[in-house]
């Protein structure tokens, strides 16, 4: 089985950063792509997924393709285990007939689209379109195969619990689409278009204490400093009483020890210089009296 795996390893991030105008895709089919989706760098242009696609799309090898659409999300709006969990279990491979699974946490938009590989579909392997409204909930398909079932979703809302809410019952509702179609050959494409600058929300970092009464310690310190505060200056030892030694009392120890240790060797090679009383003596003799003429 050809797969990549790339959900848990993007799962294992510390912290997903997703930038604004980008979203991810997906795609999990039950027919082998071979290399068509491996290499693919995290983030991508949409032009270079639909290239992809083309040469995945160019044998025709589904009956049943199903595009969504979900615009007004990012990469923030997946990362956690439980915003999509039927989405990660076909992209994980829990069922055998998944051959080929690819996610791409950061793609940049293009203004084209899917619009190629729906052309391509259409002209080249015979699908017949059928659109789907995501909010009535109705799975109604036509009889014709191979048949392109799209998807629309609208944008979700801004607030978190409500978004988070609606893009698992979302998620649900593409798996009873796949489900629904009783068929091995199929092919999800599941694209995004990145939120607005009114809806994108930075990461909210929580952070989770090992400690289930984190203020316990707290208050053993502050018993432990009030109960040293409270006794008698009197009563303690002399050196907790004061103070003999400061940064700057080193510092200025240091220094003055390497000045005297200068000055010693400076007093010592002074000392030990030796002049014979004769060199300060007046020259007698021949020779003086010869310089003095």
């Known amino acids: 089985m050809n797969m990549q795996r790339f959900w848990i390893a993007a799962l294992a991030l510390p912290s997903v950063l997703a930038f604004q105008d980008t979203s991810p895709f997906f795609l999990f089919s039950t027919s082998q792509s071979g290399d068509t989706f491996q290499n693919i760098p995290q983030i991508s242009t949409f032009d270079n997924i639909n290239l992809r696609l083309l040469s995945f799309f160019s044998s025709c090898p589904s009956e049943n393709y199903i595009v969504v659409n979900q615009p007004g999300v990012s990469y923030l709006d997946y990362s956690s285990r439980n915003s999509a969990p039927y989405l990660e279990r076909w992209l994980k491979g829990e069922n055998k007939i998944i051959e080929t699974a690819a996610l791409l946490p950061e793609v940049v938009k293009s203004n084209s689209g899917i619009d190629r590989v729906k052309s391509h579909l259409r002209l080249d392997c015979g699908v017949k379109l059928q659109r789907i409204d995501g909010t009535t909930g109705e799975l109604s398909f036509i009889s014709h195969t191979p048949r392109m079932i799209e998807i629309d979703f609208p944008v979700p809302p801004s607030e978190a619990a409500e978004r988070a809410k609606l893009l698992i019952s979302r998620d649900a509702f593409v798996n ?118």
Not at 183 to 190: A, C, L, R, W
Not at 224 to 251: D, H, V, W
């Open 176 to 293: 009873a689409v796949v489900n629904d179609l009783k068929s091995n050959k199929f092919t999800v494409i599941y694209t995004t278009t990145p939120p607005s600058e009114e809806q994108f929300v930075p990461p909210s970092i929580q952070y989770e204490m090992d400690d289930p009464y984190p203020s316990a310690p707290h208050m053993e310190l502050k018993r432990a400093y009030s109960t040293y505060n409270n006794q008698t200056s009197s009563n303690l030892p002399l050196f907790e009483k004061y103070q003999f030694l400061s940064p700057g009392i080193f510092m200025t120890g240091t220094v003055s020890l390497a000045l005297l240790m200068i000055l010693y060797v400076g007093i010592s090679a002074i000392s030990s210089l030796e002049v014979s009383y004769f060199a300060f003596s007046k020259e007698m003799g021949p020779a003086a009296q010869r310089k003095q003429q």
